[in-house]
């Protein structure tokens, strides 16, 4: 287990998911962990392994995604010497390598309909044959899934087979996203903030601001922890030692000088409908974008009044770089006077 990432929170949200991790932990069950892209999927399956009683042995991880069919077949199950090309000697796959342990499978939705049931076996019976082979060989394995997308949707339009979600989700675990956790954003700022000093070999870290706090609260995190990680890691290290954090970068491509190819403003425009139908599918409001746009208009004017309409020291004062605050500006058509 890497020690150096931990599940950190105390939102309500957050503390159920970890009563449901640690009721479900000691039984030899299937189980899948749903969830965004970043909300901590990895993590949930070490703690799940290691609360379980198969702790001292091991835990294997495989990104279903990341290898094409024939490649991620025998990494799986393993195979005999001569079952193709290349295949020179026998090789363990990862459900032999998991014995005694857990075998947790990442994306596993990607997976094909024909190695879904040669995995069902194995989640049902504990039995699998190496590619190229014809000895059974029995495995004891507990296997945990992870996907970011609707698996019973993907069933009923049989793009999953409903048999192995059905022996798969013994218990399900659906990670909540950062922003029903916006309680838990300062503990976790605070935690990767403290990481990245010590990277540094920094003596201390001397806090965030309060607008860069409440900026933090006001993002939606589509990227959810991963996004708020590199955020905060981003910000502390392009801050002086004995400052506080005051200037936060939520887009690290945003620059005047950014690179636009021929189809920049329609690939722009898809990228707009991509977000805001993934806004509505997690169940934010359709107006929530005019929300956030709404409060950084408030937000500006009010910094702007405040500082006397002196840019620079408004850009400080808002943590912004005076680049940034001028886009700012210019995008919501707002007078710098």
Known sequence: MNHQQKLVGQS???????????????????????????????????????LSPRWENILIK???AALPETLLESELFGYEPGAFTGAGKRHAGRFERAHGGTLFLDEIASMSLRLQEKLLRVVEYGELERVGGNTTITVDVRVVGA????????????????????????????????????????????????????ELQREYFAGFSDTALLRMKAYPWPGNVRELKNVVERAVYRTAADELVTELEFDPFASPWQPHGENSEEAGGQLEVDRDEALNSAGIPGDFKAHIRDYEQTLLQHALERNRYNQRQTARALGLSYDQLRGYLKKYRLSGK
């Open 12 to 50: 309500s949200a957050f503390l159920e998911t970890l009563e449901r991790v640690s009721q479900v932990a000691p039984l030899s069950r299937p189980v899948l962990i749903v969830g965004e892209r970043g909300t901590g999927k990895e993590m949930t399956v070490e703690r799940l392994h290691f």
């Open 62 to 64: 495989l990104n279903c």
């Open 147 to 198: 996907a970011n997308v609707d698996l019973p949707a993907m069933a009923k339009k049989g793009a999953f087979r409903a048999d192995l979600l059905d022996r798969l989700s013994f218990d399900v675990i659906t990670l909540p996203p950062l922003r029903y956790r916006k309680s838990d954003i300062p503990l976790l700022a605070e935690e990767f903030a403290l990481g990245m000093t010590r």
